[in-house]
């Protein structure tokens, strides 16, 4: 079964400053896709950036971007110039590629991101 | 022009109580799910749709039941909630391949 670690309950970055949050997965497929969610109070469930594992070029989203490490199933989420709008819990997610409609999302814990004036 | 809606928004209730849940979405989608996110904010998934037929059942109680009448709505019905039923519910679609799912806004679940 495939799993997703965040390894950071809680981050902490200051405006306009530039973090990076932290997520492993684990599979044995070799096609399969990764997301990041970004959740803000509201409790809605966003989107943030999608990356495909068969294109080895990091996906990036304006000031969101990825270092995708197939080898080592790394899959970190750096967000550069830091809004205090940034400030949400951000989730890493996996999903298969193949398996008929079994396209579950498999998410991390999430990691919790404060932005400091 | 709410992509993915549910009802209600917040649900409180009594332990022993049925309760349902209506999710609907406007996307023109082929799969629906349903995750139950918990208070450490964990999200699991529950249930997922594909054409009104049922393909991911994560060893959730039968007391939920979910029904899927088109490929458009896919509601959760819960009987004899419980205490640990407190959580966010979320609806989510997406198409068939490698695109991102869309999700609702949750629904709070509150037990007495």
């Known amino acids: 079964a495939q799993t997703v670690t965040q390894s950071q309950p809680e981050m902490s970055v200051q405006e306009a400053e530039t973090v990076t949050l932290s997520c492993t997965y684990d599979?044995?497929?070799?096609?399969?896709?990764l997301f990041w969610y970004k959740q803000p109070p509201s409790r809605q469930m966003i989107l943030v950036i999608r990356?495909?594992?068969?294109?080895?070029q990091n996906a990036t989203e304006n000031r969101f971007s990825v270092n995708f490490q197939k080898a080592a199933k790394s899959f970190s989420l750096k967000i550069s110039d830091s809004q205090l709008g940034d400030a949400a819990m951000y989730f890493c997610?996996?999903?298969?590629?193949?398996?008929?409609?079994?396209?579950?999302?498999?998410f991390g814990k999430g990691t919790l991101l404060t932005v400091n004036p | 022009d709410t992509a993915v809606s549910q009802t209600p928004k917040y649900l409180v209730t009594q332990m022993g109580n049925d309760k349902s849940i209506k999710c609907e979405q406007n996307?023109?989608?082929?799969?629906m799910y349903w995750y139950k996110q918990d208070s450490k904010k964990f999200l699991k998934i529950m249930f997922s749709y594909n054409n009104k037929e049922l393909i991911i059942n994560e060893t959730v109680p039968n007391r939920f039941s979910p029904k899927s009448p088109d490929k458009a709505h896919l509601n959760l019905h819960i009987n004899s909630l419980e205490l640990g039923d407190s959580a966010v519910y979320f609806c989510?679609?997406?198409?068939?391949?490698?695109?991102?799912?869309?999700f609702g806004d949750g629904t709070r679940l509150s037990i007495l």
């Open positions: 990356q495909e594992a068969y294109k080895q």
């Open positions: 996307l023109g989608h082929d799969t």
């Open positions: 599979t044995s497929e070799s096609d399969y896709y």
């Open positions: 997610a996996y999903r298969r590629a193949s398996g008929g409609s079994n396209y579950k999302l498999t």
């Open positions: 989510a679609s997406s198409p068939t391949g490698g695109q991102p799912q869309h």
